[in-house]
Structures are given as C-alpha cells and as structure tokens.
C-alpha cells in the first residue's frame, strides 16, 4: 500500500562524506525531496549553503521540527547515533530514520534506539550497503539454495590501509568507533545476514600505535548448527589500496568465497564457476561512490511509501553492535 | 580519432578484481618503468596521455619531460585525484580536514595567482573562486612537471566531482568551469559513469558539447554505464557534434582487447578511446591493434 506522499521530504544530519553522498543520491531520486540539512560545523554549513541552494540549513536536530519531513539521514560520527536520533524522535522531527552504521556505539544505546525507532512506528534502516552489493546478493542467494550442502566454517576479512600511515591514529580511530565499528562491522553484519545468530568463542583486539585506538581485530564465533567462523580485520594493511571484504565459506559440498567484486563457486563435481559484477547486473539509475550506495535509499525511499519493514534495520543491525561489545569486552587491547 | 594511454594500472586500480589490483601494485613500483609504458604506448600509435593528477603521475610526466622526443604531448588531465583526497578526508577527520590539508598545498606551492584567487574565495566563502583557485593550482603542478614537451588539450573533473554537479543542479559552478578553462585555451572536460544525465544536463543548461570533453565508459557488456548499456549508446548516437572519449573499453580486464574494439569501432560519434596498459606487450598490442581496426 503507497501512501499519500508524493514526495518524501528528507533532511540530512551531519555533512561529511557519507552524508553529502546520500544527500546528492537522494536529489536524483524521482520520489524524493532534501529540504534540509543538519551540522554542527559553522563552516561547512556556510559552503555548503552555496551548494545546496533551496535547502535550509540548521545546527541543531531541534531546528528541523515543524519542518513536516517525512524521513531523516543521521551521517555523523558513530559516538553521536544515540543522541542525534534520541532528539530526532523526541522532538518528532519525523518518523522514519536511516542511520548510517553502525547502529550505535554500544549494544545499550542500540537497544534505547529500537524502544524509540519502535515507539514512533516509522520504517528504520541501517547502512549495511554491501547487502546491496550484487555480489553478496548472489552468494546470499547461493547459500540459501543450500548449494554447498550443510554449512561447516567461514572465514571473513575486512582490511584497508586507512591508517597504515597516520601520526593521527588513535584521535581519528576513536572518532570514527574503532577499526570493528568503520570496517568489521560490514563484514559482521553479512555474516548475521549468510548465517543467522553468533556467539563469540575468543579473539583479540590490538592497538598497533601503542596507545587505545583499536586498529587489529581477530576473533572466533560459533553459530546455528555449530558453524565456526573467524574474522580478522585491520585498518593498517598498507597493501590494501582501497579496503576489502570478503568471506570464504565451506561447506559440506563446497567451498564459497566472495568479496565486492566476484563469487566464486566450487561446489561437487561441478567446475568452479565466477562470477563477476559484470555478470551480475550492476547498473543503477545515478552511480555515485558504488552502485549499493544508490539501490540501498532507493530501498529505504521505497519501503517508506509503502509503509513496510526494510532490513537492515535497528533491530537486525542492533546484533552488529552486540558482537562487537562482547568482542571489546572480553578480549584487552 | 584519438588513442590515448590511461593511468589507472600504473596506480594498482583494477575494477574487475582489487586481489588482482594488489597483486599488480606489488610489482608496478617504478616511475621509469611506468613513463617508459607511456613512451612505448605513443611509438605504437597512442595519440596522448589521459591521466589523474597525483604524484605519481607527475613524477612521471617529468621523466617524459626528459625523455620524449617530439614537443607538445597532448595530455588530458582529470582532477582531483578522488583515491588521494578521500583517504585525506578518512585520515583527517573528514572534510574540513581535507580542506584545511588542501589549501595548506596551495599556500605552500608559492602560487601567486592561485594564492590570490583562493583568499579571496576564502573570504567571501565563494565556490567559484575556490574552484578556480584549486583549478589554477593543479594547472601549475601539470605544466611545471610536463614544461614544454606537453600540451595540456583537457582538464576533466574527476567523476566525483561531475556526478555532485548534476545531482545538485550545479548548473553556475558548471558554466564557471567551462568559461574559465576555455579563457585559458583548454578544453573543459567531463569524467561520468552517469552520462546520458549529464549530457541532458548540458544540453538544458544549454553548454556546447561542441566546446568541452567528456570521458565516459563504453564496452560490451555495459560496466559501469548507468543508467544502461542502451541509455548511453542511444545518448551518443545523438550527439555527433561532441567530443566523447570511451573509457573502460576492456570493462576492467574482463573483456580482451579484440573483442572491446570490435565494440567501441562499431559505435558513432566517438572521437577518442583511453586503454591503460600494464606491460610492454599490451603497449604494443593495443594500439597498433586500435589503428588497425580504425583504418589509421
């Protein structure tokens, strides 16, 4: 059912990468209107006034209330989720929130931000863009045909070079909630996604400059049906130009490795078979940054009209923050 | 038509697979080895170079300084470098960081003019001085490394760059751009994986295609043509009069280099091709197969 909205007013909170992103997706989008933008910086709202023209422009989420939006994008850094979205709801700026990952900063806020998301009866996102990856599509939809038979182990990787080299480091890793927040957290989450519930068995966190930044994670799950996994993430692989994930999957039939750019399939007696983005349908209607970035607001716009549930949402992303808790928990830099 | 040499492998940039991208950044260290692939391209037919401006990229623009031999090397350059400045952005904690990172290089590059323009862009907070200010800069750091053995025939915004110009309507940052590089004797250019939108753009904002360059992917399999492989060959059938360079021509590796000719020499309207090219045999190969196949 598509309710009487012709276009879904819109407002970005906080201007940085993520948030000008979805900010100038969301102005391609047929169905959608930015009427305005959020940020603390006194700055960046006054060049960006230059920018976005017919936008209005606030510092304070209080601001955009009686704005009559229908739909807001919380893009600031991951400490500030909980309280940007606890004004957003209690100032009734509008009912249906996307929040960039991760959720929260820890599991407590992210369960407050589900009573609240829950209260205001809106639909509610998370960026967990890379589902909208057509690769991760096509290897969720490989495992749920059962095609590697029962699911034994997985190993999944996130790794970058963002702070291979960074004399600023642990200011910046803090910022942005740690090496399992900024990267692991899109690997954890696709890993809920492929293989439901995981407990957390070990592992370890390290701090590579010596002081509290959280820069190496490595640990161990287990899941439904005894399947054991391994995550090994790090932000200081000076050999990753661009960062990756990945996940290798064995089964009992097979083996499944895929990462944003291809899946490849060995599976019985058949040939191993990969497939890349090229054969998997990648074009969107406007490509900026990756194509997930567009298909994901298209999917959040959408379920709006229609009134219905999106994944991912607070509550699915909300287990995203639990395992990284524990991990912080029970493993010591 | 034109034939030009691409940058990318000489960064470790694959889009087919970044294991590969990595695997290949591991043995491409070597300016000399990368201006010489430069050099081998242009002695099998490759008409100039289309880069993005970064340091590696003018280092080696001073080692063909030195070593090419003709004069006035038709350069396209694409600006900025959006890999160097996201991970600024990443490492700095975000945009104002970058900003602060980036106007500390122009203070420090000693130019005047750029310096000028930009502190009056800083005062006013006015986006086209800053844009011409960043543009005077990047044109200095091209020409100071090339001298005269380059010409520099485009300056292209980098896809980032073009994709937020048409999302938000930047329809006076777009002929800002385009008034500025043609006082300068230089043809504006246009890097888009969203090119049917952008030529709709131009066209409403009524900018002559005739005046500016667009690079655009174009291959067999329609990667990383949006909105679609269709879209974008019947936008290209329409408009004979413009400069349309197909890029990504091999889709990133995934296609060889018989079959992406095939494609792209059987399309109208296009005056250009870029390939990069990671070894001396691809040098050899791709361009003398691209003349070939052109009648040139």
């Known amino acids: 059912m598509v309710e009487n909205i012709k276009k879904v007013r819109t407002a970005v909170i906080g201007l940085g990468k993520m948030g000008l992103l979805h900010a100038c997706i969301l102005n391609v989008l047929p169905n959608v209107e930015v009427v305005a933008i959020c940020d603390k910086s006194f700055m960046l709202r006054k060049f960006f006034q230059r920018v976005f023209r017919r936008v209005q422009f606030a510092d304070d989420v209080a601001d955009l209330a009686g704005l009559d939006l229908d739909a807001v994008y919380i893009t600031t850094p991951i400490p500030s989720h909980f309280a940007v979205a606890r004004s957003v709801f209690a100032n009734g700026v509008a009912g249906n929130v996307f929040v960039e990952k991760t959720l929260a900063s820890s599991y407590d806020e992210a369960t407050k931000m589900i009573g609240l998301a829950r209260h205001s009866k809106g639909t509610n996102m998370v960026g967990y863009m890379k589902r909208f990856g057509v690769t991760f599509a096509k290897a969720k939809e490989i495992l749920s045909q059962e095609m590697l038979g029962e699911l034994r182990s997985f190993d999944a990787y996130a790794y970058s070079s963002d702070f291979a080299v960074s004399d600023r480091r642990s200011k910046i890793s803090g910022s942005r909630g740690g090496v399992l927040g900024d990267l692991g957290s899109h690997v954890i989450d696709l890993a809920f996604w492929f293989f439901g519930d995981l407990e957390l068995t070990g592992g370890t966190l390290s701090s590579l400059t010596g002081s509290a930044s959280e820069d190496e994670a490595s640990f161990t799950v287990r899941g439904l049906n005894d399947i054991e996994g391994r995550f090994n993430i790090s932000w200081c692989k000076a050999e990753y130009r661009m960062p990756e994930f990945g996940l290798i999957v064995q089964g009992t039939k097979g083996v499944l490795k895929v990462n944003d750019d291809e899946v490849h399939l060995e599976s019985g007696q058949e040939k191993s078979k990969v497939l890349f983005r090229h054969d998997l349908g990648d074009n969107v209607d406007f490509l900026l940054g990756d194509p997930e970035y567009c298909r994901e607001d298209e999917c959040f716009v959408k379920s709006i009209l229609r009134g219905e549930r999106i994944e991912p949402d607070f509550l699915t992303a909300s287990k995203v923050d639990y395992l990284i808790d524990e991990v912080k928990k029970k493993t010591a830099i | ?296």
Not at chain 2, 104 to 128: P, Y
Not at chain 2, 140 to 157: A, E, H, V, Y
Not at chain 2, 182 to 211: A, C, H, M, Y
Not at chain 2, 213 to 225: K, Y
């Open chain 2, 1 to 296: 038509m034109k034939f030009l040499v691409g940058d990318n492998p000489f960064h470790g940039i694959s889009h087919l697979s970044q294991e590969r991208s990595r695997a290949r950044g591991d043995t491409i260290k070597s300016i000399d080895h990368d201006a010489q692939l430069v050099l081998t391209s242009l002695a099998n037919g490759a008409d100039g170079f289309m880069f993005s401006v970064s340091e590696t990229t003018l280092s080696i623009l001073e080692v063909l300084r030195k070593d090419y031999k003709a004069k006035d090397l038709p350069l396209y350059a694409i600006v900025p470098y959006a890999y160097e400045y996201v991970r600024l952005a990443t490492q700095s904690g975000g945009i104002l960081g970058l900003a602060t990172h980036v106007a500390r290089n122009i203070a420090f590059s000693g130019n005047i003019e750029a310096m000028a323009t930009g502190a009056k862009g800083l005062i006013r907070m006015d986006v086209q001085s800053l844009l011409k200010t960043y543009l005077i800069y990047e044109i200095s750091r091209i020409r100071s490394s090339i001298g005269k053995q380059g010409s520099l025939c485009s300056l292209m915004l980098h896809e980032l760059i073009t994709e937020i110009t048409l999302s938000l309507d930047l329809d006076w940052l777009v002929r800002s751009f385009v008034d500025f590089m043609l006082k300068r004797g230089i043809s504006p250019g246009f890097e888009t994986r969203n090119f049917p939108l952008l030529v709709s753009k131009l066209r409403k904002w009524k900018i002559d295609l005739k005046q500016i360059t667009i690079a655009t992917p174009f291959n067999r399999v329609g990667f990383q043509m949006n909105p679609s492989k269709i879209d974008c060959e019947k936008t290209l059938a329409e408009i004979p009069e413009s400069n349309v360079i197909a890029m990504s021509i091999l889709a990133a590796g995934y296609l060889r280099i018989p079959e992406a000719v095939e494609y792209v020499r059987a399309l109208p309207n296009l005056k250009g091709v870029v390939v990069g090219v990671s070894k001396e045999s691809h040098a050899h190969e791709t361009f003398r197969l691209l003349r070939e196949k052109y009648g040139e």
